[in-house]
Structures are given as structure tokens and as C-alpha cells.
């Protein structure tokens, strides 16, 4: 396997909680190493142009409403096959369906309020990662 690059987000939820390191300890021993990382408040621009695909969805009102709730945490993971480890560590969206020992079945308040956010495929894990970084800001 390749080492690639993924993208993360430490939501709201989880900030507030402060749980900041252990969701992160969880990321990095899983085998993914943060090259990126930086704690920003969303602007509901930001929310909004981030999850543009989910415009047209009834929930996307109350999703941009959280992420600029509270302050939220981004980073960029590396490691081999990262997107697949990224999300295998996430666990599934719904809490209750997700696997013992995955950040959101150990986390997660919520379907909504779900702890963390992760890219889908290396396609979107690109894009996503040049929405909130600059190439100089990745030093990995």
C-alpha cells in the first residue's frame, strides 16, 4: 500500500469536550500521522462551501448551524491507505452502529453530533485538504 493523505475534522462536539488528544491519540494509533493541524472556528461560509454537496438535503440547515457552533479542530493524516484507515478508526456515521474501540462508538453523541468528520476517497480527501490548507502549512 501507498501512503497517502487524508482529511479529518474534530467537531464541535467532541472540542467542546475536550477530547481534542484522545481523538487524536486514537488517529495516530491507528497509524496515521498528522502532518497538518489547526483549530479554527468555522465561519458559516466556511460551512457552508464545505458541505456544499448537502445543500439540497433536509439536514443541512441544522449540519452548517453545528459545525460553526464551536470551535472545530482540522488536520491532515498520512499514513498507508489513509483514507480507508482514517475512516475504519471513525467507525460508522450512526454511533449505534458503529464498531467497539472506533472514535465515534467510543465518542460520539450523536448521529449528528458525531465527533469527527473524515474524507470519502482520495479524490475528495484532496479537495478537502486544499480547502483549509495551504501547501506551506502541510510539513509532513
Do not use: C, W
Request: no cysteine; net charge negative; charged share 30%.
Amino acid at each position: 500500500m501507498a501512503v497517502t493523505r487524508t482529511f479529518s475534522i474534530i467537531k464541535p462536539d467532541a472540542t467542546r469536550r475536550n477530547l481534542t488528544g484522545a481523538v487524536t491519540k486514537m488517529l495516530e494509533d491507528a497509524g496515521l500521522r498528522v502532518v497538518a493541524s489547526k483549530r479554527i472556528q468555522m465561519t458559516r461560509e466556511q460551512a457552508e462551501g464545505f458541505y456544499a454537496v448537502h445543500k439540497e438535503r433536509p439536514f443541512f440547515g441544522e449540519l452548517v448551524d453545528f459545525m460553526i457552533s464551536g470551535p472545530v479542530v482540522v488536520q491532515v493524516l498520512e499514513g498507508e491507505d489513509a483514507v480507508k484507515r482514517n475512516r475504519d478508526v471513525m467507525g460508522a456515521t450512526n454511533p449505534a452502529d458503529a464498531d467497539e474501540g472506533t472514535i465515534r462508538k467510543t465518542y460520539a453523541e450523536s448521529i449528528e453530533a458525531n465527533s469527527v468528520h473524515g474524507s470519502d476517497s482520495d479524490e475528495n480527501a484532496k479537495i478537502e485538504i486544499d480547502f483549509f490548507f495551504d501547501e506551506d502549512e502541510i510539513v509532513g
